[in-house]
């Protein structure tokens, strides 16, 4: 009886080994702040929260247009890691020595859309041609790689001259996307995962051969160099769960 009731309280004491592991792991718990691309505001959303149940870390995001989040690191904003809607910022990141060497990595390729609320307007390249419009929301080229890759599309269509003056620009491809979610805009040029879930509207899937390829590329900052939750937060960003998110969400796995 004695030895029955040893076997006993060691599944007790294994068991509570285990939670106090599991305790002393997350006892270590961090905190890192993320300058984040506004497309990838609903998938970073989903990621954030795997990461924090798997690790115990907490990764805090700040949303924006590439061009802006930029501005703001250039002036010393406290972020760790800085992921970009292009590879044009990181690399700048790292030739001003705002970036860890070695740490830069893709983390997402984007896809373009053309999108409207009207479920009967988009019907491919040939809206864009059409008098079916009145309004073309884009993101801002000079500050937003998807606004950029929108202007790339309608010059590849040939329509971008005949269409100029009813081109809305917001600050971000989240603004954009806004303008044509509110009917401000009656079709946009967005990123595909802003839509890839929603059940309404019409869509064309824009060929990649039309823009420059959407590379989105994520960086350890100087801020966050010994931040264990910064780099644990871009090694969690590599593996398979934020591969299932970005799947999802329409973005491809680029490394």
């Known amino acids: 009886m004695a030895w029955v009731m040893l076997c006993v309280r060691g599944d007790h004491i294994a068991a509570l080994v285990g939670a106090m592991l599991c305790a002393a792991t997350f006892a270590h718990a961090a905190?890192?702040?993320?300058?984040?691309?506004?497309?990838?505001?609903?998938?970073?959303?989903?990621?954030?929260?795997?990461?924090?149940?798997?690790?115990?870390?907490?990764?805090?995001?700040?949303?924006?247009?590439?061009?802006?989040?930029?501005?703001?690191?250039?002036?010393?904003?406290?972020?760790?890691?800085f992921l970009a809607a292009d590879r044009a910022r990181v690399e700048r990141a790292l030739a001003e020595g705002l970036a860890v060497e070695g740490s830069r990595q893709t983390y997402a390729s984007g896809r373009?859309?053309?999108?409207?609320?009207?479920?009967?307007?988009?019907?491919?390249p040939e809206t864009l041609t059409g008098v079916g419009f009145e309004r073309l929301a884009i993101a801002e080229p000079a500050i937003a790689p998807y606004g950029l890759a929108a202007i790339q599309v309608l010059r590849a269509l040939a329509v971008h001259d005949r269409i100029r003056g009813r081109i809305v620009r917001g600050q971000s491809v989240a603004q954009a996307y806004q303008f044509v979610h509110s009917a401000n805009a009656d079709l946009g040029l967005v990123a595909?995962?802003?839509?890839?879930?929603?059940?309404?509207?019409?869509?064309?899937?824009?060929?990649?051969?039309?823009?420059?390829?959407?590379?989105?590329?994520?960086?350890?900052?100087?801020?966050?160099?010994?931040?264990?939750?910064?780099?644990?937060?871009?090694?969690?960003?590599?593996?398979?769960q934020a591969d299932a998110v970005r799947a999802r969400f329409g973005y491809g796995l680029a490394r």
């Open 31 to 81: 905190e890192t702040r993320v300058a984040v691309a506004a497309n990838f505001r609903d998938a970073c959303a989903e990621i954030g929260r795997a990461f924090g149940e798997a690790t115990g870390h907490r990764a805090v995001f700040s949303f924006g247009p590439t061009g802006q989040l930029y501005a703001q690191i250039a002036q010393g904003a406290p972020y760790d890691v």
């Open 112 to 124: 373009l859309v053309l999108f409207s609320m009207d479920t009967s307007l988009v019907t491919g």
């Open 192 to 240: 595909l995962s802003q839509v890839v879930l929603h059940e309404k509207g019409s869509r064309w899937v824009v060929p990649e051969r039309l823009h420059e390829p959407i590379l989105q590329d994520a960086v350890l900052l100087r801020h966050g160099i010994a931040n264990e939750a910064a780099q644990a937060f871009l090694e969690f960003l590599r593996g398979p």
